[in-house]
């Protein structure tokens, strides 16, 4: 599921990209990688969130677009999730544009995870990165 979250100036429309890591507290197989990603689709789309979720190792590193109130309202309910355990803010900084614009939340990780094709997949190279993950840490 992904839909369009178009772009406006900063000037009219505040926009943050806020990029955290966090270590999965149970390993994660297809099947909850699978709800996880449903349901952060669904609540970004609710938040007009958009970004990109990389799983790998146990560990998850997540980067979200959106605007303040609403990172902030995604944010604390990450810090209660259970799912995940020491969580650590990398950044939050302000943006122009959305890198992750047509998705909800893209999501990469190793291809023998991707059973189910999901839509918005991006498998991993041998490096542990995709092309949609290094869109999010670079400037």
């Not at 999965?24 to 297809?30: D, F, R, S």
């Not at 605007?67 to 604390?76: G, I, K, N, P, V």
């Not at 309910?77 to 893209?106: E, G, K, V």
């Amino acid at each position: 599921m992904s839909s369009l979250h178009t772009s406006s100036p900063a000037s009219s429309v505040s926009l943050e990209r806020l990029v955290y890591t966090s270590i999965a507290t149970e390993p994660m197989g297809t099947l909850s990688l699978f709800n996880l990603l449903n349901q952060a689709r669904q609540r970004n789309a609710q938040l007009g969130l958009t970004g990109h979720l990389l799983y790998a190792d146990g560990r998850f590193t997540q980067c979200l677009e959106g605007r303040s109130e609403a990172l902030d309202t995604l944010w604390a309910s990450l810090l209660r999730d259970n799912r995940h355990q020491d969580i650590r803010l990398l950044s939050r900084t302000p943006l122009t544009t959305r890198r992750f614009a047509q998705w909800d939340m893209a999501f990469s990780s190793y291809r023998y995870l991707n059973s189910m094709n999901m839509p918005g997949f991006f498998p991993l190279d041998a490096s542990g990165q995709s092309t949609q993950s290094e869109r999010c840490m670079s400037d």
